[in-house]
């Protein structure tokens, strides 16, 4: 070869190499495709819109407030939510592993971050994303679950279509991430919802998707730091990068519109798709969370416009408005039903209310070695907020083979048990003139439950349907005889005479007085029920 072929061809070779040098630098600036829109959001967008202007409720405060929740929500009082995802592959700390795997810091005594190196290796060679195929769900019986929940008693079921992990439970048109695609390849919301309705119960989905946003932490040597992986983990953020950004309550950086795009497209495709009865959002709808109202709050117009299509979606006449769960102020609270999680009222409350609880006071999902509370707990749960003008929304987490854990379901069946008796006095009631009465009170604050003290023999609770005043002792005194002081002879909340009083699930007549200082009533030596019970006064 001629020293000018030589030098044509070591030029050629270096100037390819150039340009693959300058080709890979300029593909390395274009955005991974997985961080971009999804092409689906566009036209779900303008459908959405179509919907909207098609009426009857306009995406605006003013027309949302004209929103009536359905009787049948208030006289129903007890559902069952469902926490299940791949998250209970782990089975480990409670249902936020897939966040705390991330950060090094304790969470409530655990470390999940060390026990994930320790029991599956480094975060970057094993992420969350590595649980999905092992999330099997090979024993899940849609029908069996729907028969356990009927018979303890709910009238409404709420799963988790999905949670903050960003794992859709369902077909979902905007992520090849969901569980009919990986892991169960099944569609769970859909098996729900007709197993949950051929047994005559309301259906509902959960969505806690607006907290994706900031629910990873990021760091480079994570998996979860791939663009690659976005449309799982959602995208990595400049700011999830940052040393603090485990602090999300104080550092809570507002949702863009490409994601509030995508939420509100993914939120009217669960109406779409499953036509829930009761629509739950978890608090990432309000960034700023107790601090922020429905007027200041950056999520408003995404909030606006879903309720308006959800009500438009269900507002024919044969059929019940949809419900919305809230929590904090997102929504004013005559456009939609206010959540409190794991706490309760005080008082009566005149606008309907929800509370949502667990079997567990350790985690909304399954996990080892959780810390149940007793059904004797939670009956007394759901009858102080049933007198207080609101309806108990109770969590099991099954395992991740798609079983309901023994313990789970023990005690779902001891609140069947007890609602079998007493439920004529919960169901299709409402609250009453007060409450009740009694020194015990209950928290308020926002997950502040565990501050709540055991419930007395003088603490009592009223309930009413059809002029018939129930009385709930929630705890049998030891005497076998309480004193309502609530009904004392004069009394101006009840001038009315008293004609009988029954216990529920006692079939023989009761002793009882009535004067200045209330009405003394002489109970059975056996209770009529394991825990709370119901006394039964007509006029």
């Known amino acids: 070869m001629s020293c000018s072929m030589k030098f044509r061809t070591t030029l050629m070779s270096m100037l390819a190499c150039i340009t693959l040098q300058t080709a890979v630098a300029q593909d390395q600036t274009k955005p991974h495709p997985a961080t971009l829109p999804h092409p689906q959001v566009e036209p779900a967008l303008k459908n959405i819109h179509a919907t909207i202007a098609e009426g009857p409720f306009e995406a605006d405060w003013n027309s949302l407030e004209k929103y009536e929740i359905p009787q049948w929500y208030k006289d129903a009082k007890f559902g069952i939510f469902i926490h299940w995802g ?11 592993y897939p966040r705390q795997m991330y950060i090094d810091r304790d969470r409530r005594g655990d470390n999940f971050f060390q026990h994930h190196i320790d029991t599956y290796g480094p975060q970057k060679t ?7 195929p092992q999330f099997k769900a090979e024993k899940f019986d849609a029908k069996a679950w729907a028969q356990l929940f009927k018979d303890t008693g709910a ?26 695609e990986m892991g169960p390849k099944r ?17 509902g989905v959960s969505s806690h998707r607006a907290f994706n946003w900031m629910f990873y932490v990021r760091d480079e040597s994570f998996d979860n730091a791939d663009p690659q992986y976005a449309d799982l983990y959602g995208r990595p953020m400049p700011f999830l990068f940052e040393e603090n950004a485990w602090d999300y309550q104080h550092n809570f950086t507002p949702q863009d519109d490409q994601f509030k795009d995508d939420w509100l497209a993914r939120s009217c495709e669960l109406v779409d798709k499953y036509k829930p009865d009761v629509f739950w959002f978890d608090f990432g709808i309000t960034p700023k969370h107790g601090d922020s109202t429905h007027e200041n709050n950056t999520y408003a117009e995404h909030l606006q416009k879903f309720a308006a299509y959800y009500y438009n979606k269900t507002s024919a006449k044969d059929s019940d408005l949809g419900i919305i769960n809230y929590k904090f102020n997102a929504f004013p609270e005559s456009a939609a039903v206010l959540d409190k999680e794991r706490s309760k009222m005080a008082e009566i409350r005149k606008p309907f209310w929800q509370t949502d609880t667990a079997v567990s006071s350790s985690s909304w ?11 004797e707990r939670l009956v007394n749960d759901l009858v102080d907020i049933v007198s207080k003008n609101g309806c108990l929304l109770l969590n099991v987490g099954p395992r991740a083979d798609g079983t309901i854990p023994e313990e789970d379901q023990a005690i779902l069946k001891a609140i069947g048990d007890w609602l079998k008796v007493n439920g004529e006095a919960i169901y299709d009631t409402t609250y009453w003139k007060t409450f009740g009465e009694g020194p015990t009170s209950v928290s308020t604050g926002h997950v502040s439950e565990s501050k709540d003290k055991p419930f007395t023999s003088e603490d009592l609770r009223f309930t009413t349907r059809d002029n018939v005043l129930y009385v709930h002792g929630l705890k049998w005194p030891e005497n076998n005889e309480i004193t309502v002081k609530t ?5 101006d909340l009840y001038p009315e005479e008293i004609r009988t009083i029954q216990l529920l699930g006692f079939d023989r007549e009761l002793s009882w007085e ?10 059975p030596k056996d209770k009529a029920s394991k825990f709370a019970y119901v006394l039964k006064v007509t006029q």
């Open 155 to 180: 009238r409404y079921v709420i799963p988790v279509a999905e949670h903050h992990d960003g794992f859709p439970m369902y077909d979902c048109a905007f992520t090849r991430w969901d569980a009919s």
């Open 86 to 96: 791949a998250y209970s592959v782990p089975a480990y700390g409670s249902e936020w």
């Open 514 to 523: 009535r004067d200045a200082s209330g009405v003394t009533v002489s109970l």
């Open 365 to 375: 999902g399954y996990t080892e070695n959780q810390r149940y509370k007793t059904p």
């Open 187 to 203: 569609d769970v919301i859909q098996e729900l919802s007709e197993a949950v309705r051929a047994k005559g119960m309301k259906f």
């Open 126 to 132: 094993f992420g969350y994303k590595d649980f999905i």
């Open 487 to 491: 009904l004392a002879q004069g009394s």
